[in-house]
């Protein structure tokens, strides 16, 4: 008899499931709701809410757009979209991630108090990605965004660093770029870094390994726009090669191999647990005997 597990670790964090619950709240009682960029990185997930009438825009549409109701997404924002919202009478529903908000406040602070001092601000995360440009407004685009240890090449060693993360990070990886710095800075400057990576995000590495290693076979529910997706998937993999990564419940077609016993579903912090639920439902469809 096949065994099939659902993650009960896997699935939306807290500040997307804020997120989502305030755009179905605002839903009820809106004619038009906008979201600025995909509310979470799941194409399944933002469809069910466009459905229910969540439009998503892209900053340059936002620009254009007048005294209309915008919901800001767990990542957070930078100033300037506050600013903008102001200048064009835009509604704004901000459903930030407490601890993003925290973060961005932080970040600020160490900004408005250092910035005479010649110190460098650095985070480390993904550049590009909506919330490092959120925490990189509020240092008025002047903090150094750091992915992997060849981008630490673009500081300078002789002058002071404060170093953060984006929360949905790796604490290993943190740690690498901590020590790194640590070796290679001038022993004449100050050095402070600060772990911003949220526990409820880290913890699900631990995990997921542990998920993945007690089951003959895995799948991997995420987005594919998903970094933390992505880096969970990589964990799931190195703890059991039998994992795969799927977005869609049609991406399974074909039954497991013989002698699989326990089958486990895990998936991101942006992976809805009804599309779980779902893939859990259609392996058991395509293995019944």
Not at 34 to 44: A, E, K, Q, R
Request: charged fraction near 30%; charge should be neutral; hydrophobic fraction near 35%.
């Amino acid at each position: 008899m096949l065994e099939v597990e659902i993650d009960r670790s896997s699935g939306f964090c807290f500040g997307v499931v804020t997120a989502i619950e305030s755009a179905e709240r605002e839903l009820h009682s809106t004619d038009a709701l906008y979201c600025l960029g995909d509310i979470v990185h799941n194409s399944l997930e933002v469809e069910r809410l466009r459905v229910l009438g969540l439009h998503t825009i892209e900053h340059e549409e936002f620009s254009r757009l007048k005294g209309k109701k915008v919901l800001l997404r767990a990542h957070g924002e930078p100033p300037s979209t506050y600013q903008m919202a102001e200048r064009n009478n835009i509604t704004i529903i901000d459903a930030t991630c407490p601890v993003v908000l925290q973060l961005q406040r932080k970040i600020h602070k160490c900004y408005i108090e250092t910035r005479a001092e010649n110190i460098q601000l650095v985070i480390y995360g993904k550049k590009g990605h909506a919330e490092v440009n959120g925490l990189v407004g509020q240092t008025e685009g002047s903090a150094i965004v750091v992915e992997k240890i060849e981008d630490l090449d673009k500081l300078d060693f002789n002058r002071g660093i404060c170093l953060f993360s984006q929360t949905t990070k790796s604490l290993d990886g943190f740690e690498k770029v901590v020590t790194e710095i640590q070796k290679r800075i001038s022993k004449e400057v100050t050095f402070k870094y600060f772990d911003t990576i949220c526990r409820q995000v880290a913890n699900r590495l631990p995990n997921i390994k542990a998920f993945a290693s007690s089951h003959d076979w895995v799948y991997f529910v995420a987005g594919k726009k998903s970094s933390n997706g992505k880096m969970l998937f990589e964990e799931c993999r190195k703890a059991n090669p039998n994992s795969l990564f799927i977005s869609e419940v049609e991406e399974i077609t074909e039954p497991l191999p013989d002698g699989v016993k326990r089958v486990g579903v895990c998936g991101a912090t942006s992976t809805p647990k009804w599309l779980m639920e779902m893939v859990a439902d259609r392996i058991r469809e395509l293995n019944a005997k």
